[in-house]
């Protein structure tokens, strides 16, 4: 009897992984992210810490920060993170609640897998579901408008409960829906809003409550000259995109100055280049100037002694914010600034925030464009409430561009799994377990929210299935009594948007994940280069 040659067809350093061991361990990667953040979700999810390597601190219970400062390595992990990522870039707020139900729809999975069902049926029993999700959630949503402040107010509110915000919550709720509400534009009926038009400064100070939004622009820009006054009341507004300088000449050129007196022509001929530079922003009417380029320091003597504001170098998004906000429009070339391109603002000022010495552009005529500055105690408080308040800009905005609404503190997911139970009972076959077991999948929201606050989750969900038996549909759960409530009364209030994408991202994701029977992982030469979980894998053969 002749012996086998084994074959072998990948070269050395290369592992596999197949079959039920491929899908067993991404499922238990991706469950074992979900289970890292799971614990901050609700009112009462707690925090985490994460230190990098260099010693840098971040404390936060927003998942996707947590997901990605904690580097993580294992490929079908890394599938999990960008949920996050993508429900981030959506909508701004519910990382965590996508997480957590990607996890868990991979748990119920696995437990379908040890039945024999096949990767392929759950997938497609998934994806049945999950339509079927959107067409729920649409039905049992709620209209909102920009008119409906309380709502968005409850909203913002909902958002930033249980975060490094929640103490002045009611104030940073207001000024979050008023700055919304100021950048949103209106075309063909349908309101525009673009978050980028509201700009975040963080400044560490005296606390949250210091916060405040300024109807126009906070740059962190100061005169830049001491003869200019530090205040301007009814600031006509020019913005510069061209130095206001001598332009170095292109080409290498030589000047040669055989007499003193040329000398003095050609320094008499430079400065009077700049002030005529500066007589065209004066003869504009402008009293306020903010140049993308530089100013040179004999044209900053000349617009100080004419009282003009100057500051330089501003970026370029702060050039396009400031447009926004006071009117004017951005002039490339001295020669054609004009009074119609000057903007308004009813008071330009400097004034020192902290160690530095700032912009204020304020009271504006409708400005299009605000800053919200954060103000904390410490420069963690003040990162952690930045992203309280990002979760709160997100969602108001996903509310308002969708006009749908629905109730949290569980409720909403209740409803969604009893109406899924229901359908499952319209399909035949193995796809109906794997829409079952959505379904107990979704409920992880509210068994989450219930156990972070210690309370009995079987006890918590037996008397919510209970209240949406009776027809209910916004019995949610008071993680600080223990009792069912309505949480729409409540105020417990989520844009639409939230539950949509994270049901889409999940399942996405969870049938992804699960079609997934091979692993081979190349590695350079080292096992350290290897995605953790994957060591010891076989050889391929």
Not at 215 to 222: H, Q, S, T
Not at 369 to 395: P, S
Request: glycine share 8%; net charge negative; charged share 30%.
């Amino acid at each position: 009897m002749t012996k086998t040659q084994p074959i072998f067809i990948l070269p050395e350093g290369y592992q596999r992984m197949l079959g039920k061991d491929a899908q067993r361990n991404n499922i238990m990667a991706a469950r074992q992210v979900a289970e890292t953040v799971r614990t901050t979700l609700g009112p009462k999810g707690m925090d985490k810490m994460i230190v990098d390597s260099l010693g840098d601190i971040t404390i936060t219970n927003d998942g996707v920060t947590i997901l990605e400062e904690m580097g993580i390595d294992h490929p079908a992990a890394k599938m999990i993170v960008e949920v996050a990522k993508t429900q981030e870039d959506q909508v701004g707020d519910g990382t965590t609640t996508a997480v957590v139900l990607a996890g868990e729809l991979l748990k119920n999975a696995e437990d379908l897998l040890d039945k024999n069902v096949h990767p392929t049926v759950i997938a497609k029993g998934y994806r049945l579901a999950a339509d079927k999700s959107q067409q729920i959630l649409q039905k049992i949503s709620e209209k909102v408008t920009k008119e409906d402040r309380d709502v968005l107010l409850k909203i913002a509110m909902t958002a930033m409960t249980g975060k490094g915000a929640e103490a002045a919550k009611e104030k940073l709720a207001d000024l979050t829906v008023s700055a919304v509400i100021q950048i949103a534009d209106e075309e063909n009926n349908k309101l525009i809003i673009n978050l980028e038009n509201i700009k975040l400064e963080k400044k560490v100070g005296p606390g949250i409550e210091e916060s405040e939004l300024v109807r126009g622009l906070l740059i962190d820009k100061e005169k830049i000259h001491p003869g200019m006054p530090s205040k301007i009341k009814d600031a006509k507004i020019a913005l510069i995109d061209s130095a206001i300088e001598i332009k170095n000449l292109e080409t290498d050129t030589k000047i040669q100055i055989s007499d003193p007196n040329q000398l003095g022509a050609f320094i008499e001929q430079e400065e009077k280049i700049l002030k005529n530079m500066v007589e065209k922003v004066a003869k504009s009417g402008a009293n306020v100037v903010f140049s993308q380029k530089g100013i040179d320091d004999l044209a900053q003597h000349f617009l100080a002694k004419k009282g003009i504001y100057a500051a330089r170098r501003i970026k370029k998004s702060d050039m396009e914010k400031l447009s926004r906000a006071t009117g004017s429009r951005v002039v490339t070339n001295l020669n054609d600034l004009s009074e119609e391109d000057l903007g308004y603002a009813g008071i330009v000022e400097e004034q020192v925030i902290g160690d530095e010495e700032m912009t204020y552009i304020r009271e504006c005529k409708n400005p299009k464009a605000v800053t919200l500055l954060v103000r904390g105690g410490t420069e963690h408080v003040v990162d952690e409430v930045e992203r309280a308040i990002k979760d709160a800009l997100g969602d108001v905005a996903a509310a308002l561009k969708d006009n749908k609404v629905v109730s949290g503190a569980g409720s909403t997911e209740i409803e969604l799994a009893k109406e899924l139970r229901e359908y499952s009972n319209s399909l035949s076959g193995r796809e109906q377990l794997a829409v079952l077991a959505f379904a107990d999948a979704v409920e992880i929201i509210p068994r989450t929210l219930a156990e972070n606050a210690g309370l009995d989750p079987i006890d918590v969900l037996t008397e919510l299935k209970s209240e949406h038996e009776k027809g209910k549909k916004f019995a949610g759960i008071n993680v600080f009594t223990g009792k069912v409530v309505d949480s729409w009364k409540e105020g417990v209030i989520e844009p639409l948007k939230i539950k949509t994408q994270a049901i889409k991202s999940a399942s996405e994701v969870a049938e992804l994940i699960l079609r997934i029977d091979d692993v081979i992982a190349g590695t350079s030469t080292e096992k350290e280069s290897m995605p953790s979980g994957m060591h010891g894998m076989p050889g391929m053969m």
